[in-house]
Structures are given as C-alpha cells and as structure tokens.
C-alpha cells in the first residue's frame, strides 16, 4: 500500500487498537478496515 507519510500515525492506531481487522488487496489497491464482531466474539 502507498500512503501519505500524514497518515501513518492513523494506521498504527488502528492496528493497535481495532479488533478484527481485515487487509483486502484487489485491482493493485490495498484496503484496511474493521467490523463489528460477530455476536459472542465480544470482550469479557
């Protein structure tokens, strides 16, 4: 993925703090992004 060095600190906080995160790569673009988790799959 090529990103704007302005937005690394975002992509770290993400990956730091969201969970699950989903990588999809399709036609030379990367995507980076998260869900609600499926029921049960929540914190204790």
């Known amino acids: 993925m090529h990103l704007p060095s302005a937005m690394f600190k975002n992509v770290i906080d993400v990956l730091r703090n969201e969970s ?18 499926p029921i049960g799959e929540g914190e204790t």
């Open 20 to 37: 699950p995160v989903y990588i999809y790569f399709t036609a030379g673009r990367g995507f980076l992004g998260t869900s609600a988790e």
